[in-house]
Structure formats: structure tokens, C-alpha cells
């Protein structure tokens, strides 16, 4: 047990359980990014609703979402932590395991601050559906990330996390991963997106993905019709162009806007307490 507010010795629980030799590509890394990202994603704006405070895919409302499904396996993973740390808040922990996790994998340093509450407010759950859909195209995902306040480039940015991990057929129904060494955060995803052949392909399940496969090493890649689509679009195209020639920008720009992400819907006063959660109801101060 660590004293109250000890988020260094959570960091470093985290940073030792993210190897996971059983576990895909040996990591836990990437689920426990996704988990991060799908806590705060469902965030809307105008309703302030979602977002990563109240931790709610602990309940089934949220948690059996569909887009939610392989999640449990980060939270799984997660379990230790909590229980050797048990005053750190879910919230708090979903969203600093992603941000340790892109560390730990290469990428950089994001600003992260604590102070997020498991209470949950019924009137602020989000409804399903906020999430992304993989298989649509650009209009799609500007509805989705401006409904999160997101502007193009930033769409562009945060897609960047498919540098990582993969898509899995019992998960999402998608097979595969986006580049060759998937525990390895970079700027290949735009790079690869912009260098390789994409072809469509249906899976057996009906689904349609773009692959590539290498004769040479005889691998094969996949993009989500949504990556594709950043190819297409003109404005997000420049976007993909400057990522895969300048990764310092991309890791500048990375940092930025996941810090943005796991933001969302948390206000703070000068001292970063938040000040829009009843600290009554399982919130604290640190
Ligand atoms: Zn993802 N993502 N995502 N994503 N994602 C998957 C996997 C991962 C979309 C999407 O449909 C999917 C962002 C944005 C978007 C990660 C991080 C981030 C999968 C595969 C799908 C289908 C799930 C499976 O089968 O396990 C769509 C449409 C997006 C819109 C742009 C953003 C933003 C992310 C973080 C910043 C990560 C790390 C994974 C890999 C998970 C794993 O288990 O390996």
C-alpha cells in the first residue's frame, strides 16, 4: 500500500506489468492504450457527457458496449495495481497506464494529472455508439472527434496510435496489425499508409479491411477503412504526408492532443484540482 497521491509508485507497477510474455505481441501495452482512449472517447461537448471520469465500462451500460469488447483484458491486467494501490480512482489509473504504456513503447512523454473520480453520475453516462466505427469513412470521423472538440489534424494525430497493437477477429471482427512491430511506438502507421499497396479485402466474417502482404517476409498488414480514409481526404492527407516525414512533430503533436483526450470533461482550477466533481462522491485531491 502506497501512501495516498503516490503516483510514481503506480507508474512504476504499471511500467512492470506491461510485459506480458503470453499475452499478443508479448505486451499489454497496447490494450491498455485503447482502454485509455475508449474511457475518455466517448466525451461529448455540447451534452458534457462521457469522458473518462466515473470509470463506467466497469458496468455493463458501458463495459458490454460492443466497441468495448477486448477491454477486459486491460482492466484485467490492471487489477494488481488497484488492489496494491487501492486509494488511486479507476479513472485515474485507465488513463495513466495508457499514458506509461505509450512510454514504456518508445513514444513520448504526455502530461497526465490525477484527480479523476469513480462516482457515477446516471445523468452523465454516455450512450453507445460514441465511439468510431472502423468500417466508415471521413465524414464519420470528423462527426465523432468534433463532437470531442477534435480538429482535423488532431483526428489525424490520435490515429497515430495504430502504430500499436492490432485488431483481433473475435474483438472488433478486423484481423491483423498496422505495421510489423506493434509494441513500438512511431510515426511507420502514416509512413506505411502512404509507401504500401492497400488492397481490399473481405474476411470470411463479411468484414472489409485493406491489406498488404509481403512476398519477402511473407507478413501481412492491414489498415481499418477509417485509416484509409485519412489517405483520401485532402485536408487529412497533408496531415498523414507531415507525420510520416517529421515523427519529432508527430511525437509533439501526440503528446498534446492524448493529453487533451484524457482531459475531456475534467475542469481544474490553477492548481490542477478539478473543481467540476463533488469530491464527496469518490473524488479526492491530491
Ligand atoms: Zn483504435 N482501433 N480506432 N484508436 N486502437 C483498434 C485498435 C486499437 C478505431 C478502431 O475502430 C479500432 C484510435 C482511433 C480509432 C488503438 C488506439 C486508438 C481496433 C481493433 C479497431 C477496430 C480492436 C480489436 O479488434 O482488438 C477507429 C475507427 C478509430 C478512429 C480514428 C485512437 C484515437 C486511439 C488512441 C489514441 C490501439 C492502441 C489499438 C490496439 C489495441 C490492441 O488490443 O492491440
Redesign the pocket.
Known sequence: MSKKGDFGAVKKDIEALMHQPEY?DGSAG??L??LA?HSA?TYDAETDTGGSNGAGMRYEAEGGDPAN??LQHARVFLEPVKAKHPWITYADLWTLAGVVAIQQMGGPTIPWQGGRTDYVDDSKIPPRGRL???ALGADH?RF??GRMGFSDQE?VC??G??N?????SD????DGAWVNN?TRFSNQYFRLLLSLQWRKKKLSNGIEQFVNFDDDTGTELMM?P?DIALTQDPIFRQWVIKYADDKELFFKDFSSV?SK?IELGIQRDENGHITNIDNEKGGYHS
Do not use: E, K, N
Open positions: 499478443d497496447p490494450v492504450v485503447r482512449w472517447g469488447a477486448g468510431p466505427d472502423g470521423l465523432i472527434f483526428i490520435l490515429s496510435a495504430h500499436l497493437g492490432r485488431c483481433h474483438r472488433s471482427g478486423f506493434p481499418l477509417t492524448f483526450l
